[in-house]
Every structure is written in C-alpha cells, then in structure tokens.
C-alpha cells in the first residue's frame, strides 16, 4: 500500500518560517515526481511546489516562489517543503502528493498537515 505521511505542520507568525517533510512508502519505484498542495475550507486546492526526481527540477506557484523551497531524497522518498517569510494567505492544509502512475498526475496524496500563520 501506498502511504504518504506529513509532518510538521504548526501555528507561526508572520514572517516565520517551518519545514514540513513528507515521507512516502510502499511500492514507490518509478515514482516521478513529488510535491505539496494546500487547501483552505471552502476554497480550491492549489498546487506549491514539487520536484521531478528524474532530474531534480522544482517547480512552484507564483504566491510562493522566492520564499518557498521544495528538496528531498528520491533514494529515500522524502519531500520536504521549507517556508520562508510566512503571510497569513499561507495558513492552509498541505498535502504531499506523489506521481506514481504518470509523470503529469499526482494520483497519490497524504492526510495533511495544518499551517496556521497569525498576523
């Protein structure tokens, strides 16, 4: 079974940083690629940040690049996502999601770790 399980998720202030780390198990060789959405009651999810790990290439949204930096270890299958200079627009759930099937699709996601920015 596939499982991926985030952590370190929090409540910061403004201006503050953390790092969240995703570790994904199960039948994982192949995987492309791995990555963070964030989701917010009521609203769509959207895409942060993920890496390719044929290449190592990351790739971000606008609303975070330049502050957000997405790393990991393709041996080890861990993702993690640092955060910089954090704005309460950030506070969201954020999941780690992995491409397994196809190179363009994140078909398997984690549970969610809360990010609560306070002003």
């Known amino acids: 079974q596939v499982k991926l399980v985030e952590s370190g998720g929090g409540l910061v202030q403004t201006g503050d940083s953390l790092t969240l780390t995703c570790a994904l198990s199960?039948?994982?060789?192949?995987?492309?690629?791995m990555g963070w959405y964030r989701q917010v009651p009521g609203l769509e999810r959207e895409f942060v940040g993920g890496?390719?790990?044929?290449?190592?290439?990351?790739n971000y949204a606008d609303s975070v690049k330049g502050r957000f930096t997405v790393s990991g270890d393709s041996v080890k299958s861990v993702v993690y996502l640092q955060m910089n200079s954090l704005k309460p627009e950030d506070t969201a759930r954020y999941h780690c999601?992995?491409?397994?099937?196809?190179?363009?699709?994140?078909?398997?996601w984690g549970q969610g770790t809360q990010v609560t920015v306070n002003s």
């Open positions: 999601a992995a491409a397994i099937l196809r190179s363009e699709v994140y078909d398997h």
């Open positions: 199960g039948r994982t060789i192949g995987t492309h690629a």
């Open positions: 890496i390719n790990w044929s290449d190592g290439n990351t």
